[in-house]
């Protein structure tokens, strides 16, 4: 599905050693340095000084599971597993652990993926230093044509494969595959899927292994992406040229696959594919052409964002209706996207109930063909246009602030898209002069053109099942919706924000800095209590929040559910005087934002804005606070989405884990889980607005901004915004009876049944601790984690083959008292659930009784350290761990202050006293989420 003609294969072999650029009249990001060894082998390096003294490096191979034959589906995605057990320079079983001890995670910081035409394999460098960057590039050689492929380390792969197989095995990876085989059947998609068949899993030998590696692994077919803070880019390139010079191909180079055809001449086809357990119904509508793989220039970007900014527009209509009284569906998207350069496609979906799967498919064609028949207007058009020309001065504004593992992976993502690598500040300019010439005409006639033509698919997914020839009743419904003419769409008018003068300004009555952590803390004479920290982690982004009341401490009794019922629609209610839609178009031109959450011990109202409107922003969350809307639209579409939710919290193992388990382990409080859907059903805006008055208008009140904003900017915009507010209380309730949450007591094993299709469960072990209040503690229980998940990972992953995914951590609260567990959980097959529960609970029990080595100390705590180190030049963790509520929380200054230091210096000894006060088997409550698979 990679490559369309013969033609075009011969083309990439002959230019596989160019860069896009090379034939493009796009520019390459200046900073980037592009390069192509005498073998093929391309690479690329960028420096980026975030985080400094650290350099995030990929290995791109253009090789997936396209190339596989019949006989090796699941190949190319288990030759990635193979190159994490042994190599040339890297002995089986040794390399996670080699790599740990130079301070790098498994899985956070050495990791791979595989997909339809790609394999990279992904370093996050600690050090920059020459022999910490050689390792990595001897390491990605060995990837390239060293891998040991021993026969024995394939075997004991075989169940983690397998594994893997049944944690991606979903309702939702059923329905995805019928679509495939409905939409490309005679193309090699449907038969490829990455994960691969059990069958070949199972019984694919060495031989075959060797044969696959051999014929796709080549210098050609990889590329090398460097991106950190690479003081001497020619230091880079000779570790690159000193480690790939020599490699070479096995062989002649071999073609891409053919990969079928797009089937065309099919006219109005419909497929209705049933999944009792799907949590509502997917409609989709789509029109399959051959991809056009226009080479990467001016002009194919500017016909992308012309059709993009149609989608966008058609968008914002359908986020409209679903809000609208009597909408027959929940949610809708408009789309056009070439795929894996074989298929272009155009389409639009929704997804609904299953009695309302009519009334969606007339609007989803009603839709297409309004805007198809009459275009669209001066203020939608506006709109899409201030929304993208936003976008692209946040990318430019935040460009040198880069994280340097999120722009390797980027650059990844636009070499195997054969794309040019640009500057954000370039795409600006580019955009701007786009704009400055575009028509709404113009962004209408692409829409019109793409939708030409006779091959309609229509596929129907999900909890609908028909009696009688399903797909004739389908295509029904859309030659009926044909026959009725459509209006154009109604012009709007422009509103004005109705919010930007809250009165005169507050006054500070208390103001200072804390130096060691560089927060300033002030006071308003209303009592609101405001910290700003000044970063350069994100250019051009301030991080807000609001913290008030008191969260779930202040819940209501009697009325299950109010929490989620809560989140779902204080947002979605608008303003007294705005709805939602009206919001997002008069901040069109601004980047401003607003989310709402109840935590554990506070509401949380926050957005994500830049130093130009940070004013904007405060207006924003201010109005929420002094008029919130509480709109019947938000009601309705938190009930339409009900059904949906249930059904996946009653069917799979992942909703009975947020729901009965964690109201398990939190001893069935009615603020945990989710009470009976006709409980849930009874919530109303009448109890979320009693709810909320009094926190809203009164309680305690404190505002956290972080980012790229100066302190005095910053105190000036929330004077003149919460500021003005009527006087607050000065401090919090104690909340001291709701502060008690028991952790169940082992020894304990509950069983959670549930019926479904998929056959996977999962087992949780639980260790109550402690809560977070005695910070020392908590550190050092999660580097005990950290150990135990290191111990899972060799023993029940690597030595007995049986999980994919074992993940240990440690929770502490800081709302809860005396609540905290260590945790580990493994999705399996339900015939394990049992045997793994008793693993785990004995390799915990053996941690307890000692003794853990230097070694694995050693290997737990250097990454760590490695993590804790980037975590600080992270605006999330300072937004959400030391800035927030710290004048509530003063502790939390001094836990930033010695956070490095303390964990430092935690001494094997500690961990060894609290794997033994806390791990004992005794102590162990555990749930198997147990499918009872229908037959």
């Known amino acids: 599905m990679i490559r369309l003609t013969c033609a075009f294969v011969l083309l990439c072999l002959t230019a596989s050693a160019q860069w896009p650029q090379d034939q493009s009249d796009i520019k390459p990001d200046p900073k980037a340095t592009f390069g192509v060894l005498e073998n093929g082998l391309r690479y690329v390096i960028l420096p980026n000084p975030e985080p400094p003294g650290r350099a995030s490096i990929r290995l791109y191979m253009d090789v997936g599971s396209l190339m596989e034959e019949n006989d090796q589906q699941g190949m190319a995605h288990y030759l990635e597993h193979m190159a994490f057990n042994g190599s040339r320079h890297f002995p089986g079983g040794e390399m996670v652990e080699y790599f740990q001890r130079l301070g790098m995670g498994f899985g956070a910081d050495t990791n791979a993926h595989t997909s339809f035409k790609e394999t990279v394999y992904m370093l996050e460098l600690p050090k920059i230093e020459s022999s910490m960057l050689g390792e990595g590039m001897q390491l990605f050689r060995d990837y390239l044509d060293g891998m040991a492929l021993g026969e024995k380390e394939i075997n004991k792969e075989r169940g983690i494969i397998l594994s893997e197989k049944l944690s991606r095995d979903s309702i939702e990876y059923r329905t995805m595959l019928a679509g495939y085989k409905f939409a490309l059947p005679d193309s090699l998609l449907p038969e490829r ?143 056009s996207y070439e795929y894996l350069k074989f298929v272009e496609v155009i389409g639009i979906m929704a997804q609904c109930a299953p009695d309302q799967w009519k009334d969606a498919l007339t609007l989803l064609e009603t839709e297409i063909r309004r805007a198809v028949q009459h275009g669209f207007t001066d203020a939608e058009f506006e709109e899409a246009k201030a929304k993208l020309l936003k976008t692209a001065e946040l990318r430019a504004a935040q460009a040198d602030s880069r994280k340097s593992r999120d722009l390797a992976s980027g650059l990844v993502s636009v070499i195997a898209a054969d794309k040019v690598i640009t500057h954000p500040s370039d795409d600006l300019a580019r955009i701007k002069t786009v704009l400055a010439s575009l028509t709404k005409e113009e962004c209408h006639t692409a829409l019109a053109d793409t939708w030409k033509g006779d091959d309609v698919q229509i596929f129907v997914g999900g909890n609908l099942k028909l009696e009688g020839n399903a797909e004739e009743q389908i295509k029904a419904v859309y030659q009926a919706s044909q026959a009725n003419p459509v209006a154009a769409p109604k012009q709007e008018e422009a509103v004005s924000f109705a919010y930007t003068d809250f009165g005169t300004p507050g006054k500070i009555i208390f103001q200072k800095v804390e130096q060691d952590v560089e927060v300033t803390l002030a006071t308003f004479e209303n009592n609101v209590r405001a910290n700003i920290k000044s970063t350069p982690f994100e250019k051009g982004t301030v991080r807000v929040t609001l913290n008030f009341g008191g969260g779930k401490l202040s819940t209501p009794t009697g009325k299950p559910g109010i929490i989620p019922f809560a989140q779902s629609t204080f947002i979605m209610g608008g303003l007294k005087a705005h709805n939602v839609d009206d919001i997002r178009r008069i901040f069109a031109s601004k980047t401003v934002s607003s989310d709402f959450s109840v935590g554990d011990e506070a509401f949380m109202l926050s957005g994500r804005t830049t130093p130009q409107d940070l004013e904007a922003q405060l207006q924003l969350l201010t109005a929420y606070m002094t008029a919130p809307g509480y709109r019947e639209e938000a009601a309705r579409q938190f009930q339409k989405n009900l059904e949906p939710m249930y059904v996946q919290l009653k069917h799979t193992a992942e909703g009975i884990m947020a729901d009965k388990v964690v109201a398990f382990i939190h001893s069935d409080d009615y603020r945990f889980g989710f009470p009976p859907i006709t409980e849930m059903q009874k919530r109303n805006l009448a109890e979320l607005e009693a709810w909320m008055t009094k926190p809203l208008t009164e309680d305690f009140l404190e505002v956290s901004i972080v980012g790229d904003v100066e302190s005095g900017a910053a105190l000036d915009a929330i004077a003149k915004t919460l500021g003005t507010l009527p006087k607050r209380a000065a401090e919090k309730p104690s909340y001291e009876k709701a502060r008690v949450m028991p952790f169940p007591q082992g020894p304990v094993v509950k069983d959670m049944p549930f019926d479904t299709e998929i056959p996977k469960a999962i087992a949780a072990m639980y260790w109550p601790t402690g809560d977070m209040l005695d910070i020392q503690r908590t550190r050092r229980l999660s580097l005990l984690g950290s150990v135990l998940d290191d111990r899972l990972r060799i023993k029940v992953r690597e030595e007995l083959g049986e999980t994919y995914s074992p993940a240990c951590y440690h929770v502490a609260s800081d709302t809860f008292t005396g609540y905290g567990y260590m945790t580990a959980m493994i999705e399996c ?62 502790e939390r200054l001094d836990w930033a202050k010695n956070l490095l230091s303390d964990f430092q210096g935690i001494s094997k000894e500690e961990i060894q006293a609290l794997a033994k006060e806390f791990l004992e088997a005794n102590r162990a409550v555990a749930v198997k989420i147990l499918p009872q698979v229908k037959k």
Request: overall charge neutral; charged content about 30%; hydrophobic content about 35%.
């Open 193 to 335: 899927l990455p994960i691969g068949q059990e069958e070949t899993i199972k019984t694919m030998q060495r031989p075959r292994f060797a044969e696959f590696y051999k014929k796709w692994y080549s210098p050609k077919r990889a590329v090398v992406v460097a991106v950190g803070d690479f003081k001497d880019v020619g230091a880079v390139k000779e570790q690159i040229e000193k480690n790939f010079a020599d490699a070479k191909a096995n062989g002649p180079e071999v073609a891409d696959p053919d990969l079928g055809k797009i089937s065309t001449g099919r006219g109005l086809i419909a497929k209705l594919h049933t999944e009792p357990e799907a949590q509502a119904v997917d409609i989709s509508v789509e029109m399959l052409r051959p991809a056009k793989n226009k080479p990467d220039s001016i002009a194919s970007r500017r016909e992308k964002m012309v059709r993009d900014l149609a989608d966008s527009i058609i968008n914002e209509r359908l986020s409209k209706l679903a809000k609208a009284e009597g909408a027959p569906f929940i949610s809708g998207e408009s789309y």
């Open 829 to 890: 097959k339900p015939e394990q659930a049992a045997s793994i529960t008793e693993l785990v609970i004995k390799i915990a029990a053996e941690l307890a009784s000692g003794p853990i080595t230097d070694d694995e100390f050693e290997r737990a705590q250097k990454p760590l350290m490695t993590q804790l180190e980037q975590m600080r030049r992270d605006n999330r963790y300072w937004a959400q761990n030391v800035v927030r509520n710290c004048q509530e929380h003063p």
